[in-house]
């Protein structure tokens, strides 16, 4: 698990050395390559790590876990799960803030894939400049080649690439580790001190770098979101044995580098290296940052597979790629989507040098929102005191602060890209949740209560036939409109009728033992029964599951509940957008469009195709 931790959850930071420093010292050329300078920029790195990834996100946001399972998202059901006692819109607030993370986060997940791997194919320009014009090209067959294998789940990439990236933080070690033995001064910049010099003597200056000393930081958001993939206490082992010293014994030995060699500053990464080992660097490099990007894209299906079940996204097409590990997943939606983005970014941006200026801006937004909400949590389920509060939120807030204002220099030079993924995804959620709402209010007007129309049912004396029917339904309080299509257009009702409602909590797992209700409706004698079953939103909805398990129920005793011989029907709407008031008429249209490409409620139910009878109705939005 530890070495699938490293090739999955740390490839993205991992990664930062190849573009970091050289971005902080090429973004403002004011910045110089003299001793306070380097000294200054390079405590910045080691403090923003040490506080940043190895206090706020390792020790603490880890702990915030939602029954195993990270991210923005399950931090914000967390938060609001916390609150419903509390205050209801405050709860409502919590989970609109995760649901603006998780925007923040895909806009980061189409960055990072795009900068890492064109950062590290520009390494071929370090060895020969003639090698320019293959960095394109290269690019897009990885990056095409890094989508294409997500189908084998993450389970079997972390496997292969685990072993990667060990060697990979081992070169990072010993290649900074022979530099820092050549200038040991260098490890005058861990002390804070020097960070807070740099701030005093070059206000400015200090202010416009801190927009790319971020760059060293981007990945713990995705090490949270990953979480649910490995556990906690691999990713911890991971971070403080390995990738933590090594990441910084690389800093230290390129600031000693440039130091040493001032013109290194342009790529001191692969200038740190001897020639004989530069091109086996690119090659390993290429390699890494394939799996940096494997973070953020696996950390994109966790947080959209938490979105689609607290009911930001419709129902999407999700495959468990692990039997063991409820948190590996393949989003094929998601995955191809994020593809496009990517390679759009590549051939619009065309170099590392051009993303880093869009890059920052989206991780240090989610940044902040996490501490947010992982204050709420600390206040409403630890019971934190004031002061503790207090302290979390200036030391770590402020930090974060200073980070995205630095960041917000960048929009007009890139980090609008990033911004505008993040205000359309957030659009998206909020459209869909709220389109849902108001589609589940009209449609709950034409289903009519459900005591009602058992009563009509047996006021009229509906021939019965045999066979068990059952019909999927959000609640027991009104009509399955499909129940009542079929008792009026074959004027029959089935011997057995079974209405399940399936419901989704803001915890992961539930177990099978705790799932489960079976109400007869008040009459144990007329074949009519509903089931109730919790999910948790990392639960698969497997509806011919529930009915093996309620099989054994006692209420479930003289009824048929074998799922290889009951039919499903299964109530499709089909939307017409109006004039109603609720949203405006391009959010109405916008979620039409998102239920048109929404996996059908059959699959995403697990029904079989062959005993799914579909009936449709029309609803107004």
């Given at each position: 698990?530890?070495?699938?931790?490293?090739?999955?959850?740390?490839?993205?930071?991992?990664?930062?050395?190849?573009?970091?420093?050289?971005?902080?010292?090429?973004?403002?050329?004011?910045?110089?390559?003299?001793?306070?300078?380097?000294?200054?920029?390079?405590?910045?790195?080691?403090?923003s790590i040490i506080l940043i990834v190895s206090v706020k996100y390792v020790i603490f946001i880890l702990r915030?876990?939602?029954?195993?399972?990270?991210?923005?998202?399950?931090?914000?059901?967390?938060?609001?799960?916390?609150?419903?006692?509390?205050?209801?819109?405050?709860?409502?607030?919590?989970?609109?803030?995760?649901?603006?993370?998780?925007?923040?986060?895909?806009?980061?997940?189409?960055?990072?894939?795009?900068?890492?791997?064109?950062?590290?194919?520009?390494?071929?320009?370090?060895?020969?400049?003639?090698?320019?014009?293959?960095?394109?090209?290269?690019?897009?067959?990885?990056?095409?080649?890094?989508?294409?294998?997500?189908?084998?789940?993450?389970?079997?990439?972390?496997?292969?690439?685990?072993?990667?990236?060990?060697?990979?933080?081992?070169?990072?070690?010993?290649?900074?580790?022979?530099?820092?033995?050549?200038?040991?001064?260098?490890?005058?910049?861990?002390?804070?001190?020097?960070?807070?010099?740099?701030?005093?003597?070059?206000?400015?200056?200090?202010?416009?770098?801190?927009?790319?000393?971020?760059?060293?930081?981007?990945?713990?958001?995705?090490?949270?979101?990953?979480?649910?993939?490995?556990?906690?206490?691999?990713?911890?082992?991971?971070?403080?044995?390995?990738?933590?010293?090594?990441?910084?014994?690389?800093?230290?030995?390129?600031?000693?580098?440039?130091?040493?060699?001032?013109?290194?500053?342009?790529?001191?990464?692969?200038?740190?290296?001897?020639?004989?080992?530069?091109?086996?660097?690119?090659?390993?490099?290429?390699?890494?940052?394939?799996?940096?990007?494997?973070?953020?894209?696996?950390?994109?299906?966790?947080?959209?597979?938490?979105?689609?079940?607290?009911?930001?996204?419709?129902?999407?097409?999700?495959?468990?790629?692990?039997?063991?590990?409820?948190?590996?997943?393949?989003?094929?939606?998601?995955?191809?989507?994020?593809?496009?983005?990517?390679?759009?970014?590549?051939?619009?941006?065309?170099?590392?040098?051009?993303?880093?200026?869009?890059?920052?801006?989206?991780?240090?937004?989610?940044?902040?929102?996490?501490?947010?909400?992982?204050?709420?949590?600390?206040?409403?389920?630890?019971?934190?005191?004031?002061?503790?509060?207090?302290?979390?939120?200036?030391?770590?807030?402020?930090?974060?602060?200073?980070?995205?204002?630095?960041?917000?220099?960048?929009?007009?030079?890139?980090?609008?890209?990033?911004?505008?993924?993040?205000?359309?995804?957030?659009?998206?959620?909020?459209?869909?949740?709220?389109?849902?709402?108001?589609?589940?209010?009209?449609?709950?007007?034409?289903?009519?209560?459900?005591?009602?129309?058992?009563?009509?049912?047996?006021?009229?004396?509906?021939?019965?036939?045999?066979?068990?029917?059952?019909?999927?339904?959000?609640?027991?309080?009104?009509?399955?409109?499909?129940?009542?299509?079929?008792?009026?257009?074959?004027?029959?009702?089935?011997?057995?009728?079974?209405?399940?409602?399936?419901?989704?909590?803001?915890?992961?797992?539930?177990?099978?033992?705790?799932?489960?209700?079976?109400?007869?409706?008040?009459?144990?004698?007329?074949?009519?029964?509903?089931?109730?079953?919790?999910?948790?939103?990392?639960?698969?909805?497997?509806?011919?599951?529930?009915?093996?398990?309620?099989?054994?129920?006692?209420?479930?005793g003289r009824i048929n509940l074998d799922p290889d011989q009951v039919s499903y029907f299964v109530s499709k709407?089909?939307?017409?957008?109006?004039?109603?008031?609720?949203?405006?008429i391009w959010r109405k249209r916008l979620f039409i469009a998102l239920a048109h490409n929404a996996a059908s409620?059959?699959?995403?139910?697990?029904?079989?195709?062959?005993?799914?009878?579909?009936?449709?109705?029309?609803?107004?939005?």
């Amino acid at each position: 698990m530890l070495l699938g931790a490293l090739g999955v959850v740390y490839g993205d930071i991992g990664t930062s050395p190849l573009y970091a420093l050289k971005t902080v010292f090429t973004l403002d050329r004011s910045l110089t390559p003299d001793a306070p300078d380097v000294f200054g920029v390079i405590s910045w790195v080691f403090w923003s790590i040490i506080l940043i990834v190895s206090v706020k996100y390792v020790i603490f946001i880890l702990r915030a876990d939602n029954e195993g399972e990270g991210g923005v998202m399950a931090l914000a059901a967390l938060a609001r799960r916390a609150l419903l006692n509390v205050s209801e819109r405050r709860a409502a607030m919590v989970l609109a803030l995760g649901a603006l993370g998780a925007a923040l986060f895909y806009g980061d997940s189409v960055i990072t894939p795009a900068i890492s791997v064109l950062s590290a194919v520009e390494g071929l320009e370090v060895i020969s400049p003639r090698w320019e014009v293959i960095v394109l090209p290269a690019s897009a067959v990885i990056i095409t080649l890094l989508f294409a294998i997500q189908r084998w789940g993450t389970g079997r990439v972390g496997a292969v690439f685990g072993p990667i990236m060990l060697l990979w933080f081992a070169c990072l070690g010993v290649a900074g580790t022979a530099e820092v033995i050549r200038q040991p001064g260098v490890l005058a910049g861990l002390s804070p001190t020097y960070a807070a010099l740099f701030v005093v003597d070059h206000p400015i200056i200090a202010f416009i770098a801190m927009g790319a000393v971020v760059l060293t930081i981007t990945g713990a958001e995705a090490l949270y979101a990953d979480m649910g993939h490995f556990g906690r206490a691999p990713i911890r082992r991971a971070w403080f044995v390995i990738v933590f010293p090594a990441l910084t014994l690389n800093y230290l030995g390129q600031g000693a580098l440039i130091l040493r060699a001032p013109e290194s500053r342009d790529n001191p990464f692969f200038l740190l290296l001897p020639g004989w080992a530069q091109l086996p660097m690119v090659v390993l490099a290429t390699v890494a940052t394939v799996i940096a990007s494997q973070a953020v894209i696996t950390g994109a299906f966790s947080v959209s597979r938490e979105a689609m079940r607290l009911g930001f996204l419709p129902h999407l097409r999700i495959r468990q790629t692990s039997r063991r590990q409820y948190g590996q997943i393949y989003a094929p939606g998601v995955n191809w989507s994020l593809f496009a983005a990517v390679l759009v970014v590549v051939f619009a941006f065309r170099s590392s040098t051009n993303l880093a200026a869009a890059y920052g801006v989206a991780v240090t937004g989610t940044f902040l929102i996490t501490t947010t909400l992982f204050l709420v949590v600390a206040q409403a389920r630890w019971h934190w005191t004031t002061g503790r509060l207090a302290l979390f939120g200036l030391v770590f807030g402020s930090i974060e602060l200073t980070f995205f204002t630095a960041n917000l220099a960048k929009v007009t030079h890139g980090g609008w890209l990033t911004l505008l993924i993040a205000i359309i995804l957030f659009t998206v959620l909020l459209t869909w949740r709220r389109g849902a709402e108001l589609v589940t209010a009209r449609r709950i007007e034409r289903e009519g209560p459900l005591a009602d129309f058992i009563d009509t049912l047996h006021a009229t004396n509906i021939p019965w036939v045999p066979g068990t029917a059952v019909f999927p339904h959000p609640n027991k309080e009104t009509t399955p409109l499909a129940l009542r299509a079929n008792v009026a257009h074959h004027h029959v009702r089935h011997e057995t009728i079974v209405i399940i409602t399936g419901r989704t909590a803001n915890v992961p797992h539930i177990p099978w033992n705790q799932r489960l209700t079976i109400d007869d409706l008040g009459d144990p004698n007329d074949g009519i029964i509903h089931i109730g079953a919790r999910f948790g939103f990392q639960d698969p909805t497997d509806f011919p599951e529930v009915l093996r398990r309620a099989a054994a129920h006692p209420l479930a005793g003289r009824i048929n509940l074998d799922p290889d011989q009951v039919s499903y029907f299964v109530s499709k709407i089909t939307l017409r957008c109006t004039r109603q008031p609720g949203m405006a008429i391009w959010r109405k249209r916008l979620f039409i469009a998102l239920a048109h490409n929404a996996a059908s409620q059959a699959e995403f139910l697990h029904l079989p195709e062959e005993r799914t009878i579909v009936l449709s109705s029309e609803v107004a939005v």
